[in-house]
């Protein structure tokens, strides 16, 4: 179970949508964290990497397996 607070606004919105389809607030709430999670984990993803930049190979490192080492 999660509780999240959302704006007034944003709760009226979501109650009419649920009032004119016959479906409940939770429906929606799903849907649009179906639709938008991975592009957010895909962002957050990407600064995390911007921030914290893994270690780089050149193709000689590479081919002498100088990657394969701890």
């Given at each position: 179970m999660?509780?999240?607070?959302?704006?007034?606004?944003?709760?009226?919105?979501?109650?009419?949508?649920?009032?004119?389809?016959g479906?409940?607030?939770?429906?929606?709430?799903?849907?649009?964290?179906?639709?938008?999670?991975?592009?957010?984990?895909?962002?957050?993803?990407?600064?995390?990497?911007?921030?914290?930049?893994?270690?780089?190979?050149?193709?000689?490192?590479?081919?002498?397996?100088?990657?394969?080492?701890?």
């Amino acid at each position: 179970m999660l509780a999240v607070r959302i704006p007034n606004s944003m709760e009226d919105r979501l109650a009419r949508l649920a009032k004119l389809t016959g479906r409940p607030k939770s429906f929606y709430v799903r849907q649009a964290l179906e639709a938008h999670l991975e592009e957010i984990e895909d962002t957050y993803t990407a600064l995390y990497r911007l921030e914290n930049p893994a270690r780089r190979w050149t193709l000689e490192e590479l081919e002498r397996g100088l990657d394969r080492q701890g």
